[in-house]
């Protein structure tokens, strides 16, 4: 059982004062960011390890109720599964804030960003981007990628897939991307924590020919 402090999201006033605990029950999370319109906060989370190679999903949340939101650790996980040390007694579906997607067991899930430039297309504006860090702990491995999370008129998601990929070969690792940053010109910077690598991601539009 984690300790009364832990587990948590705290918000806290530029210069240390006013520590105010905003969500509880969060196993791990690395990412999260704000909604460039709807200023929600969403975040990416890490579920548990050692109760399957296929459960519990790794997911994405959204805090609509800051201070009494509860995402369900250590008693349930993926919004309805209940663990099988601590989940006795508890209902999932009622007691817990359910997730806006899963996406992947063990794919960790690292940082998370909203898109707002203008080079990529238009249907990538207000995206949110996930970083997937990939699977360790898998047979066959998921993950070691980016997703692109798009989100409907009222905040939840309306799909995902896969936005950059080739980072898993063959089932190995050739990379393993952690988290992305938007530059001033659009552009995207993704960091690599295997090869100790920044990339630069860029788009340059269609190419078209005039004769």
Known sequence: MPPPTHAQIRRINMDGSGAEVIARGI????????H???????????QRDWMSEDTPE?????LLHPGKDFFGFPYCHQGNLADPQFGWGHDCLKEVT???ALIGAHTAPLGARFYTGHMFPS????????????SWNKTEKIGGDIIAVHLKPDGTVKSW?????????????IGR?????QMPDGSMLISDDWNGAVYRLSYGGPKVSSR
Not at 36 to 46: D, G, I, T
Not at 58 to 62: A, C, H, L, S, V
Request: no cysteine.
């Open 177 to 181: 991307p952690v988290d992305m940053l």
């Open 27 to 34: 196993r791990q999370i690395v990412g999260m960011d704000f």
């Open 123 to 134: 249907e990538y504006r207000n995206v949110l981007f996930v970083a997937r860090h990939g």
């Open 36 to 46: 460039p319109v709807s200023k929600v906060l969403y975040f990416s989370e890490n």
């Open 58 to 62: 790794d997911k994405i949340n959204r």
């Open 161 to 173: 897939e896969p936005f950059l990929t080739g980072f898993l070969v063959d089932n190995k690792y």
């Open 98 to 100: 359910q997730p806006i």
